[in-house]
């Protein structure tokens, strides 16, 4: 299910809101042979994760500023297991005319439960998954 509003502030700007519900309930493996009896024997409780993300822009003549926030909620019960997803985005750009220039910068991270080894030493280890993304696209416009 998702559902995205958008608010228009004249021709100046924009923000909108995206947010859906995914339903890992009827998820299956398609692991083969031996690995089938384990997933059996300890079943993934999910739930039903929310995802939102929002977003605004802002233009002054030809320059355009934008920024975000994501969240990801966890599809797990457990959430050391996988910790919910935090992120930002910001951004600035300029028209002109034909030719647009963007520059974009994303930020995410998530926590994790891992544990590396099954016998002895077993307890888990927290790693933190950080996601740093600059992109810098240029767009022309051509009339056939």
Same mark, same amino acid.
């Given at each position: 299910?998702?559902?995205?509003?958008? $608010?228009?502030? +004249?021709?100046?700007?924009?923000?909108?809101?995206?947010?859906?519900?995914?339903?890992?309930? /009827? &998820?299956?493996?398609? %692991?083969?042979?031996?690995?089938?009896?384990?997933?059996?024997?300890?079943?993934? /409780?999910?739930?039903?994760?929310? /995802?939102?993300? %929002? +977003?605004?822009?802002?233009?002054?003549? @030809?320059?355009?500023?934008?920024? +975000?926030?994501?969240?990801? =909620?966890?599809?797990?019960?457990? @959430? =050391?297991?996988?910790?919910?997803?935090? +992120?930002?985005?910001?951004?600035?750009?300029?028209?002109?005319?034909?030719? @647009? $220039?963007? $520059?974009?910068?994303?930020?995410?991270?998530?926590?994790?439960? =891992? =544990?590396?080894?099954?016998?002895?030493?077993?307890?888990?280890? &927290? %790693?933190?998954? @950080?996601?740093?993304? %600059?992109?810098?696209?240029?767009?022309?416009?051509? /009339? $056939?």
């Amino acid at each position: 299910m998702d559902r995205k509003p958008c $608010l228009y502030f +004249g021709q100046s700007g924009l923000l909108s809101v995206d947010y859906s519900i995914r339903d890992y309930g /009827n &998820t299956n493996s398609a %692991v083969n042979g031996d690995f089938r009896s384990i997933i059996t024997i300890f079943p993934i /409780n999910w739930i039903l994760p929310v /995802n939102c993300n %929002v +977003g605004a822009e802002y233009r002054i003549k @030809k320059f355009s500023i934008r920024g +975000g926030y994501r969240n990801e =909620q966890s599809p797990y019960k457990n @959430k =050391q297991t996988m910790g919910d997803l935090n +992120g930002f985005s910001g951004g600035f750009g300029y028209n002109f005319g034909k030719t @647009k $220039l963007d $520059l974009a910068y994303n930020y995410w991270k998530r926590d994790y439960q =891992q =544990q590396f080894v099954v016998t002895g030493l077993t307890d888990a280890a &927290t %790693v933190t998954t @950080k996601n740093n993304n %600059v992109h810098s696209p240029c767009c022309s416009t051509c /009339n $056939l």
